[in-house]
């Protein structure tokens, strides 16, 4: 157990609908990160925070897709007019900036599936 | 950008030793790490390397070459539960770049 939780862990839309997932990130960690994953590849990175602030976003990020994580501890990510193209795992991972490693550690992801 | 190549597929016997290649050619490294992730959970850590040569860590051993931008994941006394999809990925900065995985299938 990894400690990050990611809720839903399924979620099945019709083309067009908005969803909203969320990250609970290792308590003590600082660092969250979302990553999309599709069969058979690894996962791509997608954002990044430190604390509140979103540091990064991917070029694969469109703007349809936005991430907040308003206090600094939990993240949602939010998928506007999904496309079918949109269904992958989408995964969370923490990790403590200036810790050993900086390991980032990942939730189990949430499966979404755009029909 | 980044580039990072690993076997797709993978077979071994139950108590064999399989090692798994990772060559990369990125921009920015600070680091490469090796997941191990069980299909549809998530990866979990195994190992880290940062600088040149072997870690061990029981029966799992990583090896790193930055000037030859190679590593590769030693997996030894295979057990079933070994199979799995073994994931590279390079840090740059602190965002991960992964590789596709190598899905090992471990055989009785």
């Known amino acids: 157990d990894t400690g990050v939780s990611q809720d839903p862990r399924h979620k099945i839309t019709k083309r067009g609908q908005n969803v909203t997932f969320r990250c609970d990130p290792i308590?003590?960690?600082?660092?969250l990160y979302w990553y999309r994953q599709t069969l058979g590849q690894g996962p791509e990175f997608l954002t990044y925070?430190?604390?509140?602030?979103?540091?990064?976003k991917s070029r694969l990020l469109s703007d349809r897709f936005s991430a907040e994580r308003p206090k600094g501890s939990f993240s949602t990510l939010e998928i506007q007019r999904t496309e079918q193209g949109d269904s992958a795992m989408y995964l969370c991972?923490?990790?403590?900036?200036?810790?050993?490693?900086?390991?980032?550690?990942f939730g189990p992801g949430t499966r979404l599936l755009v029909l | 950008g980044q580039n990072i190549d690993q076997p797709t597929e993978m077979t071994a016997t139950e108590g064999a030793i399989v090692q798994i290649n990772c060559t990369y050619q990125?921009?920015?490294?600070?680091?490469l790490f090796w997941y191990q992730q069980h299909a549809g959970e998530a990866p979990t850590f195994l190992s880290y390397?940062?600088?040149?040569g072997l870690e061990e860590k029981g029966r799992f051993s990583s090896f790193l070459s930055r000037s030859k931008g190679y590593s590769y994941l030693l997996l030894k006394e295979l057990q079933m539960k070994d199979s799995a999809s073994y994931l590279c990925?390079?840090?740059?900065?602190?965002?991960?770049?992964f590789g596709a995985g190598t899905t090992v299938t471990v055989r009785a």
């Open positions: 991972a923490s990790s403590l900036a200036g810790g050993s490693k900086e390991t980032q550690y």
């Open positions: 308590s003590e960690h600082n660092r």
């Open positions: 925070f430190q604390n509140e602030a979103q540091l990064e």
């Open positions: 990125t921009s920015g490294f600070n680091g």
């Open positions: 390397n940062v600088l040149d």
């Open positions: 990925a390079v840090r740059a900065d602190y965002k991960l770049s």
